[in-house]
Structures are given as structure tokens and as C-alpha cells.
T-cell receptor, first 110, second 114 residues
Framework: TQLLEQSPQFLSIQEGENLTVYCNSSSVFSSLQWYRQEPGEGPVLLVT?????EVKKLKRLTFQFGDARKDSSLHITAAQPGDTGLYLCAGNQAGTALIFGKGTTLSVSS | NAGVTQTPKFQVLKTGQSMTLQCAQDMNHEYMSWYRQDPGMGLRLIHYSVGAGITDQGEVPNGYNVSRSTTEDFPLRLLSAAPSQTSVYFC?????????????FGEGSWLTVV
């Protein structure tokens, strides 16, 4: 059972476009994290959201945690080729382990 | 700072062979874990440890053993390698529980079982 569903699975856009990646679940999470992974490397934490309805901004990236703490979104404004990578959401329920979604592969071409 | 160090980076095994993937962190982190990443499957938790001498199973523990004799090291052992264990393995660590702390990942170990 996949507790965290990410969509879309693949996204290919042109430089300058906006995009949104979604992370959905039927379960409540105490916190949710977003990671970015480049080929040949491990995931790198982008942000952690904890409070329902919370919005965090990281330059051109905006992260939102749903009011019920079951879903989250990542919005990128004016995407750049450097944003290319695999974006993973990960949720925490029991406090001792993270559950990862399958990821969204983003390709931004110039 | 070394962070989380995994060795080897690449390994080819024959079916039935055993091996150990090494993981070491120099950040004095209590929490360490092993994940495997397969195409289209995301990261799946194999085993984790909340401190020296304490380990627990994750989502996909079968075929793997771990031990945590020191805070720094968390090796992952494949007892009898199978082609289904072909994957990329990531070791991760954090100061405390991952819900409230930054998790640091190693660079990965690419394992092929033929």
C-alpha cells in the first residue's frame, strides 16, 4: 500500500513555466518533508512542514501543507534548468521512520 | 565534514553471495536508517536504528540484517544475494527522530546481483 501518492510522475516543461507537484494521502501525518534528488546522489532536504495550512517559501519554491495534514504541494515559479531532478515527498507518522512517495521527475529545458 | 559515508559505491554480486554495505556518520547522530530505491518505487525503508544496540525493521526487511554496535556505524548485510536485491541503497542519519530533524543521506551504493 502506497501511503503517499505523488503526481504527476513525470513533468517536462520549458524554462520560465510554472508547475505544481502534489503529494496526497488518506492518512494524517505529523509532518511532511520535500526532498530533491539529482542523478547519482542522495536526496537533499528542501523543507519540513508541520502545521496544517502552513506555507513555506524557498526562493522560487512554495510549499503548502494541507489543513488536514493529509496532503502537500510544491509550486515552482519560473522554472529553470537547474530545477531539474527528482522531487520526493516524505511523511512521518510514528515518529521513527519516514514514508516516501514514489517521486516526481522534473525536466526543465532551456 | 564527511557527513554520511557509504562504501562501496558500486558492487556486482553473484546470486547467493553475501556482502556488507558499510555506512558511517561523523555527526554523532542517534538515528540511522537504510533505504533502497528502485525505479518508480521511491525510497523504501529496510531497517532503522534509534541508537547504539537498537534496531528495528522497516517496510522491506527480508533478506537483510543490520547491527548497531556503535553510534557511528550502521552496516547492512545481505545474507544470500538475489537478483531482486539489485537496487540503489541509501544510508541516512539524523540527530533525532526524522519528523523534527534534518535527515542526511549518503551518496548511495549501486548493487547489481547477477
Amino acid at each position: 500500500t502506497q501511503l503517499l501518492e505523488q503526481s504527476p510522475q513525470f513533468l517536462s516543461i520549458q524554462e520560465g513555466e510554472n508547475l505544481t507537484v502534489y503529494c496526497n494521502s488518506s492518512s494524517v501525518f505529523s509532518s511532511l518533508q520535500w526532498y530533491r534528488q539529482e542523478p547519482g546522489e542522495g536526496p537533499v532536504l528542501l523543507v519540513t512542514v508541520v502545521t496544517g495550512g502552513e506555507v513555506k517559501k524557498l526562493k522560487r519554491l512554495t510549499f503548502q501543507f494541507g489543513d488536514a495534514r493529509k496532503d502537500s504541494s510544491l509550486h515552482i515559479t519560473a522554472a529553470q534548468p537547474g530545477d531539474t531532478g527528482l522531487y520526493l515527498c516524505a511523511g512521518n507518522q510514528a515518529g521513527t521512520a519516514l514514508i516516501f512517495g514514489k517521486g516526481t521527475t522534473l525536466s526543465v529545458s532551456s | 565534514n564527511a557527513g554520511v559515508t557509504q562504501t562501496p559505491k558500486f558492487q556486482v554480486l553473484k546470486t547467493g553471495q553475501s556482502m556488507t554495505l558499510q555506512c558511517a556518520q561523523d555527526m554523532n547522530h542517534e538515528y540511522m536508517s537504510w533505504y533502497r530505491q528502485d525505479p518508480g518505487m521511491g525510497l523504501r525503508l529496510i531497517h532503522y536504528s534509534v541508537g547504539a544496540g537498537i534496531t528495528d525493521q522497516g517496510e522491506v526487511p527480508n533478506g537483510y540484517n543490520v547491527s548497531r554496535s556503535t553510534t557511528e556505524d550502521f552496516p547492512l548485510r545481505l545474507l544470500s544475494a538475489a537478483p531482486s536485491q539489485t537496487s540503489v541503497y541509501f544510508c541516512a542519519s539524523s540527530y533525532g527522530r526524522p519528523s523534527g530533524n534534518t535527515i542526511y543521506f549518503g551518496e548511495g551504493s549501486w548493487l547489481t546481483v547477477v
